[in-house]
């Protein structure tokens, strides 16, 4: 069932791609085997592309180098942290799809501490070097888990798979509900997501706003930031609209409702909020005392909600199937 779903997106995606005469490498990352990719490498065409599915454990596919296995190369692609529970045997899993461009070799290999030192490696078209290339990650003793520079995630790109060979990412969708007959809060009120992932507002009773501030401002809307615009959902209403924005980065990300006096009412939000020092709580506690601008009439709309910079995602909303399936895709360069 699951692999049925990811070949059903990825034969979506190489439709979009045009490279439906391209073959597909099938490739598990972790799981049962353990630390390796299975198969480990492969001999691929440009047009090719590699369908990577994560299992158990927490891996990544990191591009490499030959002299360098354990290391990022720079601008080179990066899955960024794939977790899979070890209780999740049935899927859906993660998985990462990246079209071969030419036919010089490609060195990857996971990023999660200690795992390439134990020959977590992967290559395409190696020739005779795989060995080379796995037995020198086996002897450093670079443990890194640190973002690669220069790094092809997180993905920024607005277009469609088709346009632009920019990386393309879904991820989980985070549904929060604003607002609802007596109440004035988010729900849940602090999230944390991942790069590639999205948060979809659900506007429900009343008329509530999501709107980006900041933590030294908590009630007034941030520069450039996000904004739902109003929402006003009547108290029959059986259908409630959304607003969704892509989550680009692991940096803490604060939203209020910029109806007059629900932020100081303490109806805020947070992403990735930090655990210590600028906590959610810190945060909520500044909009309560706050005076500053809670204005209903502050903010102007500066988005079409799903249609910013989240609307990458919709390749994978709008196939309805697989809300949970976190799909990345990369273009080799
Ligand atoms: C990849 O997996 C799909 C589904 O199991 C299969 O149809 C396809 O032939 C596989 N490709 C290769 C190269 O094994
Ligand atoms: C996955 O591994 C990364 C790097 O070690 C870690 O930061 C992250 O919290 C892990 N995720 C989970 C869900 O264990
Ligand atoms: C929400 O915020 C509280 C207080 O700052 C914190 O203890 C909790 O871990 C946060 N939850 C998430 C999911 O970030
Ligand atoms: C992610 O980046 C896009 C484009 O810059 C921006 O519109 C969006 O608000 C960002 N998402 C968050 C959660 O900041
Ligand atoms: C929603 O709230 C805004 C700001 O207070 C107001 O301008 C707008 O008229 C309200 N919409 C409805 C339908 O009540």
Redesign the pocket.
Known sequence: MQFSTILKLSAFLATAAVQVTAAQFNVTVGGPAGLVFTPNQVNAQPGDTIFFTFMQK?HTVTQSTLANPCQPAAGGFDSG?M?VAATNTNGPFPAAQFTVRDTSPVWAYCR??GHCQQGMVFAINPGSNFATFQGTAMGTGSSS?SPPAGTSTPPTSTSTVAANPSPTSTGTDHRIIVGGTGILAFTPSNITAQPGDTVTFEFHQKNHTATQSTFASPCSPMMNGFNSGFQPVGTDAATFPTFTVGVNNTTPVWVYCAQSGHCSSGMVFAINAPATGNTFDAYRAKAMGSTGSSSASNPAPTSTGTTGAAGRNHVQLTAGLMAVLLTSLFFLL
Do not use: E, W
């Open positions: 927490n942290f977790p999660q501490s888990v």
